[in-house]
């Protein structure tokens, strides 16, 4: 991978970090972390909206667009229907995670795309890892906090909250599957038609030679 590759990595990596703090009672961890995904987010989707066919105005418009969406709507999401160590601290949280950042970052390379898409996954499992270890009490002995277990899980207690999260997670994982095939054929049409448009049916050039000859 390159420098900028890695450097673009560590850095969704660090924020991924704090994603598991969003459903926090506090809201300064969804605050924070919310005003700089708004901004990035439009920056990371730049080949995405090439992909699309978008003009310069249509990126701009989908970019303040977005900025909307996760600005408002989705904080307002997380404030609503998420409790504090629920199923967003959870593993197949940190792989939903992934896939949408893979869905957000096409590339020209695959394994750069999912470079990108497991430093999310990284981040976020880190968080997850260092809760669980915080929730190891060692002073005088070994003692389990009531927390313990409630970070690095697979299901919880809530068995709505359970369906809800594999089923977003089984709805990513048939989109980021879907995604090459999609991106392939848009691709292809654009150089279909710019073959079209550009290309004639026959070389100027060569008739005006044959009419000299002639």
Not at 38 to 43: E, F, G, K, W
Not at 190 to 205: I, K, L, M, N, S
Request: glycine share 6%; proline share 3%.
């Amino acid at each position: 991978m390159s420098i900028e590759s890695g450097i673009v990595a560590a850095g969704l990596c660090s924020v991924s970090g704090m994603l598991p703090d969003l459903d926090s009672d506090s809201g300064i961890p969804l605050r924070e972390t919310s005003l700089f995904v708004s901004a990035v987010v439009p920056i990371l989707m730049i080949h995405r909206f090439r992909d699309l066919g978008f003009s310069t105005e249509d990126m701009a418009v989908a970019s303040m667009l977005l900025y909307v969406a996760i600005r408002f709507i989705a904080v307002e999401f997380f404030k609503r229907y998420t409790v504090h160590r629920g199923m967003w601290h959870s593993v197949p949280a940190a792989a939903i995670a992934g896939l949408i950042a893979y869905l957000v970052m096409p590339c020209q390379s695959e394994e750069l795309r999912l470079f990108k898409s497991l430093a999310v996954v990284l981040g976020f499992l880190v968080h997850l890892i260092m809760d669980e270890i915080w929730s190891v009490d060692t002073s005088g002995g070994i003692r389990f906090k009531k927390s313990f277990g409630t970070a690095l899980k697979f299901f919880g207690s809530d068995a709505l909250a359970n369906l809800s999260i594999y089923a977003k997670l089984a709805l990513l994982l048939v989109l980021a599957w879907e995604d090459g095939a999609i991106v392939d054929r848009i691709q292809e049409r654009d150089r279909h038609e710019a073959t079209y448009v550009a290309q004639p049916f026959f070389d100027f050039d060569e008739v005006q030679e044959w009419f000299k000859r002639r």
